[in-house]
Every structure is written in C-alpha cells, then in structure tokens.
T-cell receptor, first 114, second 113 residues
Framework: ETGVTQTPRHLVMGMTNKKSLKCEQH?????MYWYKQSAKKPLELMFV???????ENNSVPSRFSPECPNSSHLFLHLHTLQPEDSALYLC?????????????FGQGTRLTVV | GDSVTQMEGPVTLSEEAFLTINCTYT??????LFWYVQYPGEGLQLLLK?????DKGSNKGFEATYRKETTSFHLEKGSVQVSDSAVYFC????????????FGAGTILRVKS
C-alpha cells in the first residue's frame, strides 16, 4: 500500500446510525486533514491534526467527531447525520515543518445519508 | 478572507483543442498556488504548483504561470486528450497557515473524441 488509503469507498447510512470513516497514510507525514466535497461547492476543510493534536475545527457540527490515535491513522466518527451531510469525504496528509510537502489525498468515501 | 475563483464549467472540448481554465485568487502576502485534478471516482491529485510570482508550474503538458499583478494562475494545455476529462481545482496555501488549502469550486472538463 502506498499513499493515502480511505475505507470504506462507499457508505450508506440511516440518520440514526453510527459509523466511522478510516484514513491511513503510508508516507510518514505528520499532519492529516478531513475535507468535505459537496456538489457544486468548494472543498471545505473540516479538521486538521498536527502531530496527532487537533489544530483546527472549522465550525463542524458535533455529529462529526474526529480521532487521530497516531500520525498514520485518522478516523471520522459519524452519528445522527442529516441528509445534507451526504458528500464525498476526503482525507489528506502532508509533512509540516522545514521540509513541508504538498497535500496528498485519498480516494475519498462517498457517504449517502438516507 | 482568502478565496479562489474559477471559471464555471463544464468546459467541453474536442480532442486536440487548446484548453484554458481561468483561476484568480484573493489573499494577503505571497501564497503558493496549485492545480489539483480529480478523475472520475478518484481523490485529488496534485497536477502542478508554483510558489512565487512569475514561476511556471508544468506537468503532463499542462502549464500555469503565477501572475501576482493580476492575481491569476490560469491552467493551459495546448492539445487536450479524452483522458484529460476530469474536474480541475485551483487552490492556494499561505505558508503561515501550514498546508491548509483554500480551493476553488472546481471546473469540469469534458473532452470528446
């Protein structure tokens, strides 16, 4: 495995379900990100983790709960979502610091809330 | 705040046509500028970048020049192929904010054979 891997690729969930999205990076980066891509809207940055610490939460509703247990893994826990939360959720990683790199993206999880 | 504006799509071209996708930005200081491409069913891939004024990024026949005087970073390709059909995103990053990217809305490109 190389790069940034997201699972599952597709997810359909009811509004009362609880599910989790997983992201794993094999690039040795120290920062990870969750983005939301909705139809006809710019990508929205949701959360940023640097060295496993959350450094940004862009006013994301509490029904989205991130978790970063180590610098290689990032989760997005979902509960009581709304239909408008249906979107493509993209994970990215990068190296922050003196030798910073551009962001590398996973293939995304296509989430449908019914 | 920082923002990126791209031309609305979809852009539909015949194979071997010339491509321009316009991108302008609003940001203080000296941001780095990027073009990302998203092929159907895939995540985003970095296509090219430029980190300072007058830099030209290039990759796979695509080019974009960082124009500070016009705050623009237009994407061009001399001869498109069907395989170039994708969504193209212009983005900026301000160094003081690490690797957080501000994206445009994306432009769909469709190339017909």
């Amino acid at each position: 495995e190389t790069g940034v891997t997201q699972t599952p690729r597709h997810l359909v969930m009811g509004m009362t379900n609880k599910k989790s999205l997983k992201c794993e990076q094999h690039l040795g980066h120290n920062a990870m990100y969750w983005y939301k891509q909705s139809a006809k809207k710019p990508l929205e940055l949701m959360f940023v983790y640097n060295f496993k610490e959350q450094t940004e939460n862009n006013s994301v509703p509490s029904r989205f709960s991130p978790e970063c247990p180590n610098s290689s893994h990032l989760f997005l826990h979902l509960h009581t979502l709304q239909p408008e939360d249906s979107a493509l959720y993209l994970c990215a990683s990068s190296q922050e610091g003196p030798e910073n790199t551009e962001a590398f993206f996973g293939q995304g999880t296509r989430l449908t809330v019914v | 705040g920082d923002s990126v504006t791209q031309m609305e799509g979809p852009v539909t071209l015949s194979e071997e046509a010339f491509l321009t996708i316009n991108c302008t930005y609003t940001a203080t200081g000296y941001p780095s500028l990027f073009w990302y491409v998203q092929y159907p069913g895939e995540g985003l891939q970095l296509l090219l970048k430029a980190t300072k004024a007058d830099d030209k990024g290039s990759n796979k026949g695509f080019e974009a020049t960082y124009r500070k005087e016009t705050t623009s970073f237009h994407l061009e390709k001399g001869s498109v192929q069907v395989s170039d059909s994708a969504v193209y995103f212009c983005a900026l990053r301000r160094p003081e904010y690490g690797n957080k990217l501000v994206f445009g809305a994306g432009t769909i490109l469709r190339v017909k054979s």
